[in-house]
């Protein structure tokens, strides 16, 4: 019995799969089983939090050394398209200028992605607020002021 239940699970996994891929695309497939850049950073020095209509919220945070963001990460309690957007806006973060750092869009995501479906694009642009929202707080603040991530 436990094999037959076994070999199912492993099946609708496999099925499951193969649908996601199909639907999102190879790039943002293999960000979503294993997202990059993921969790907080303690006394980032800029941080930034939007929540979108969707009710997900992305959370970026920024570390800067010599003028150029050393350290990015986010958190998300959104969905899947969410984390793939997140993790991908940070990565974008890594060895930018905050001028440069004004240059990334949801549009410079979903670019990377290749697409995402139209119920999803949304989160590229969520993801890409949430990294202004951080560059924003690191400017208004004062450069190299630390600041707790708790907010």
């Known amino acids: ?3 037959n239940f076994d070999d199912f699970v492993n099946e609708l996994q496999d099925q499951i799969f193969e649908e996601t891929k199909a639907a999102y695309g190879e790039v943002a497939f293999q ?21 979108g209509s969707c009710g997900d919220t992305v959370e970026i945070f920024l570390r800067f050394e010599k003028g150029k ?21 940070a990565e974008l973060a ?25 119920e999803d694009r949304h989160c590229a642009f969520l993801a890409a607020d949430a990294l202004q929202e951080s560059l924003h707080n690191f400017m208004t603040r004062g450069k190299g002021k630390h600041q707790n991530s708790q907010l």
């Open 31 to 51: 960000r979503w089983l294993k997202p990059l850049y993921m969790g907080r950073i303690e006394l980032a020095d800029g941080y930034g939090r939007v929540t």
């Open 94 to 118: 890594l060895g930018r200028t905050p001028d440069e750092l004004t240059d990334i869009t949801g549009e410079t995501i979903l670019e990377i992605l290749g697409g995402l479906p139209e």
């Open 69 to 89: 963001v050393k350290q990015a990460s986010f958190q998300t309690d959104g969905c899947g398209s969410s984390t793939v957007c997140g993790s991908f806006a």
């Open 1 to 3: 019995m436990a094999d």
